[in-house]
């Protein structure tokens, strides 16, 4: 694969020669396209780059802001429902399910439904995060799930940007060889018909 991409490479800088005779114009056309792609793509790496730095910075600021909106507070589970056991031969597992809990917010209980282990007992003590209201609310996002985030932004950009180059890749050189085949069916009933007084 690298040797023939390799010698694709040097064919398409050859092309884009003027001064060779045997190249045709699709040639040229698509050796030009090859490397305006190829800069496309290798400019596009610090762009990629700057986009995971500016998501990595926002997604620390955001996870700070949670970090200090958001408070883990104890509740007590409520009466929990019956949830049927899910069966696979003598064994029985026991799901999550949802319960209604309450909790203390500084003069006033607040309830809510959390998900806890099917058997949990009522009464249980649950952890629950809270924001600034007291009111139920996600954990807030940590340094790991922002460092994920950037990367994958940052990735995600530049693959992107190979997809497109690839797909106007594709569609260029189908249309060329399209012309290209053209060309040649021209040239052949133009050879064959000079060739019918023989």
Known sequence: MVNSTAAYLRTARRSSRRRNPLVRLTDRIEARLVAVLIVLVAAMIPVSVWAGAHTWDTQLEMSAQQTAERSLVTATTEDIPATPAATYGDYALAGPA?????????????????EVDATTAAGSQVPVWVDADGRQTLPPMDATSAKVSSVLVGVSAWIGTMLVAGAVFTLTRWRLDLARARRWSRDIEIFLGSTNSY
């Not at 949802?98 to 959390?114: F, K, L, Q, Y």
Request: no cysteine.
């Open 98 to 114: 949802t319960v209604p809990a309450s909790w203390t917010w500084g003069r006033e209980t607040r309830h809510g439904n959390i």
